[in-house]
């Protein structure tokens, strides 16, 4: 009799089931099944794609394939069980390997938040401070980079040990509510509040520094055509002083606009074989000062770098947007499940909608590859040749496989 109740009241710790629930499970287990297919494969891919692929081998990249480690993390190992419990509505594997998903869980997201961090820095200090960028973002920088993101987030949440449990609401393991505070509280502060609130402010700036680049640069091609077109009035005429004087009016108007223009050439003059940007993997040397420019000439045929000054300048802006766009599909996963648990302290709001937000933290997991398909060529180009490669066996013909074998026997 005795075993009987303490096998109950375990079923009862383990278990979230509620007549509520009941339905809504189905529809978790096909999402958890579809968030574990679609984000194994693609940050699988995303790696494949930076190993592979020689244009995408950049510094920069490196935190985006960092970032796809933290999500494999959880798609691979976590959704699985996640999966399991909703199916089953309790939890299956015991204790200890419940303290082990609460700490693995809160490890990925802690990684993927400083990550987003780094990615945000590194974005601001290449269009503002390129010189420190290059120190920070070495080869070896970056090294220690990634270590500390991990060790970091390992550090923050080991402390939290003894107080992770299951929690009926969520179905699944997280630290206990109040026996991890104030700790918890202070971890989870920093990391979704101050860390997130870093990101965003990070992108305001760059977003302020390459809108006045921009005006900038606008008011120097403007500058430059006014002259033009002054110089080519006066071609006409004979009086040689008017022409000097024309001339000499439009070096003077470049000189008073080329150095905003040369700040735009250094700050976001980017190689334009890069699609990321920068060429982040040649760091052999220092790039060349703004000393060495040869200012261009008022003739007509001299605009060709600000051209290309302009295409990698848009390129830049690309990806930056990408970049914002990956913290935004962030932030919208997990705003919801966190405000619903600041308002809701005493648990009164219904099961299913604790399960719903829950379920939404699922999606920043699988997201991003597909946030790099559409919004990155290069990526784009990348996966579709890792997808040929992987379906040219499927798609080759079966008489063709038999004739070869044949002819090597």
Known sequence: MWMNQTNQTDDDLFSCYSPSVTAYRYFAVLWGCAVTLTGTVGNVMTILAFTLDPRLRSRFNVLI??????DLLYCTILQPISVDSYLHLRWRSGQVWCRVFGLLLFLSNS??????????????????????FERVFSNRGLILLLISTWAL??????????????????????FHRTRGRPYSTI????????????????????????????????RYRLS?????????????????????????????????????????????????SQSLATDLNSSKGPKPTPDVVTVPSPVPAAPARPTATSGDDNEFKRVTHMCF????????????????????????????????????????????????????????????????????????????????????S
């Open 153 to 174: 987030g390992l550090a923050s949440f080991v402390p939290l040990w003894p107080v992770y449990v299951f929690v009926p609401q969520v179905c699944t393991c997280s």
């Open 111 to 132: 990684v993927s938040i400083i990550t987003l961090c780094l990615v945000a820095v590194s974005r601001y200090l290449l269009v503002a401070k390129r010189a420190l």
């Open 325 to 408: 766009t990956v913290f935004l599909c962030f932030v919208c996963c997990f705003v919801p499940f966190l405000l619903l648990n600041i308002a809701d302290k005493h648990s009164r709001a219904p099961q299913i909608l604790h399960m719903f937000c829950a379920n939404l933290t699922w999606l920043n997991s699988c997201i991003n590859p597909v946030l790099y398909a559409v919004m990155n060529r290069q990526f784009r180009q990348a996966y579709h040749v890792l997808l040929t490669r992987a379906a040219a066996p499927l798609t080759k013909p079966w008489w063709t496989s038999t004739w070869w074998h044949c002819q090597k």
């Open 65 to 70: 394939v960092n970032l796809a480690v933290a």
């Open 187 to 218: 971890m989870l502060f920093l990391y979704f509040f101050v860390g997130l609130g870093c990101v965003g402010f990070f992108y305001m700036l760059i977003y302020r520094r390459v809108k006045v680049a921009s005006q900038a640069l606008l």
């Open 224 to 272: 430059r055509r006014s002259s033009r077109r002054a110089a080519s009035s006066a071609q006409g005429t004979n009086d040689s002083g008017v022409e000097s004087g024309i001339k000499t009016c439009s070096s003077e108007m470049s000189s008073q606009v080329e150095q905003p223009q040369r700040e735009i050439i250094y700050e976001n003059d980017l190689p334009p």
